[in-house]
């Protein structure tokens, strides 16, 4: 210890004012370190901001046939803050190392354009992969990374107990890394719309969820996450309301495959669920015909118990190596005491224009520079309707822009075409549109929502 110490030590001591060591002090602190600081300092590395420049100015009608816009305080306009900086529209979650991020489909359904701002003050673009509006889940992956992210941990899929600790973790009011503790209030809330029951395991906390922290993560004691914040009930303080893990895990599984970000055919989409007694299946829930998968012998349904040789314990490590897999790498996939090994493969080059017109009955055309000119769009880029059939489809004109196919992001014919490869005749795939009008000297942009039948 210095003289300098010393001597400060004794003039307290003198004062009659206790004087901690070091060691004191550190024991002191150590005492503070409870399993929900702990939890929060696991955890918040994984939490993003989620900001934007430009909203579209339409206003919010995806979600009017769920009901969800009577029964959760949704409106965007208050999920939004205007600052300096542009807008923060919410919280999003990593969940793979290499740029992926899942939020609220309602936090960024309006977004032009999204930044991703990390707890370390990094910032990143990043784009809309696939949405669901429906279960409010958007995938999102962000660019130009200058190190790996540290993506969260995922408890068990239904592995919950009414009244334990939670935390909610996010970004309310644009103000980042805040968090708030409260007990696990409810499993399995059921919700129905017109008789109808929409929903029937949402979590419900008591957890302060404020505007911007939709998209969150709700996490356990042990720092990992149980489900995503989404909405709290109107006019109510303390019922808030939280997708559970297992329909996200079931969500993201769909999307989290090579078909959507190369390339690259696999054709299974993995899934799990936990059974009434507890155990835990893992499932193919999708297996395409003449796909690779179908090849080596995997059908729907099949019952996975290991992957890559070891034991199946947890979807996200599949999905983690799916999505990045490139032509002529393979995996193996048991399923008791059999195995059968996939070997990923070229999609082979087709004409999604062809596509567009045999199976949804419309004719399309990438949107260019010159044509949006030509039209007078204040944008570039995306998909343009330029023909339709005879009889038409509902809700749809020449001259829309096609932005969403299901769970897709149609911003190419090669997103176009991944879609239109996956579907079988008779599905029905949901579909967002935009037209733009000119109006008293102002672009007006209208969001339109309709569904196609497979041909």
């Known amino acids: 210890m210095s003289n300098y110490i010393k001597t400060f030590a004794a003039i307290l001591l003198l004062a009659g004012v206790p004087f901690l060591t ?38 919010i009608s995806g979600l009017s046939d769920s009901g969800f816009h009577k029964i959760f305080n949704m409106n965007p306009h208050e999920l ?50 696939a949405s669901d509006q429906l279960n409010d889940i958007a995938l999102l992956k962000i660019s130009g990374l200058h190190a790996p992210l540290e993506p969260i941990e995922f408890a068990s899929p239904g592995d919950l107990l009414l009244g334990e600790s939670v935390i909610a973790v996010g970004n309310p009011f644009g103000l980042g890394s805040s968090i708030s503790k409260g007990v696990l209030s409810a499993i399995g809330r059921r919700f129905t719309y017109k008789g109808k029951t929409i929903f029937s395991d ?48 079931n969500i993201i599984a769909r999307w989290m495959v090579p078909e959507r970000f190369q390339d690259v055919a696999v054709g299974i989409v993995p899934a799990v669920k936990r059974l009434r007694n507890g155990e835990l299946l893992f499932y193919l829930a999708k297996v395409s015909k003449n796909s690779p998968a179908w090849i080596a012998g995997l059908r729907p349904d099949i019952k996975i118990t290991g992957f890559n040789g070891k034991q199946l ?48 009955g ?76 000119m109006k008293n000297g102002k672009y007006k942009i209208e969001k339109k929502y309709t569904t196609f039948t497979i041909k």
Not at 382 to 397: C, H, Q
């Open 22 to 59: 070091l060691a004191q002090v550190n024991v002191a602190r150590a005492n503070r370190i409870t399993p929900t600081v702990e939890a929060v300092a696991k955890v918040l590395p994984s939490v993003v901001n989620l900001s934007t420049r430009k909203i579209l100015s339409s206003p």
């Open 202 to 249: 949402i979590l419900q906390t008591d957890a302060t969820i404020l505007p911007g922290s939709s998209g969150g993560p709700l996490i356990n004691i042990n720092g990992r996450m149980i489900g995503i914040t989404s909405a709290v009930l109107k006019n109510a303080s303390g019922i808030g309301f939280v997708i559970p893990l297992q329909r996200v895990e």
């Open 313 to 360: 314990d947890n979807l996200m490590d599949v999905c983690r190596i799916l999505w990045q897999m490139q032509n002529g790498e393979t995996f193996t996939m048991e399923s008791g005491n059999k195995s059968f090994r996939v070997t990923a493969s070229k999609i082979r080059p087709s004409d999604a224009a062809k596509l567009a017109e045999v199976k949804l």
């Open 80 to 129: 939004l803050l205007d600052n300096d900086n542009g807008y923060s529209l919410g919280s999003g979650i990593i969940i793979d190392r290499h740029g992926l991020i899942i939020t609220n489909a309602h936090v960024v359904h309006r977004a032009v354009k999204i930044r991703a701002i990390l707890n370390n003050g990094r910032e990143y673009d990043a784009k809309v992969i």
């Open 362 to 437: 419309i004719g399309v055309q990438p949107l260019t520079a010159p044509l949006a000119m030509a039209l007078g769009f204040p944008f570039k880029g995306g998909i343009l309707i330029s023909d339709l059939p005879t009889k038409g489809v509902p809700n749809v004109e020449r001259g829309d822009l096609l932005l969403q196919l299901g769970d897709f992001s149609i911003n190419s014919m090669k997103d176009l075409g991944h879609v239109l490869r996956n579907v079988s005749y008779g599905d029905k795939i949901p579909a967002v549109l935009v037209k733009v009008k």
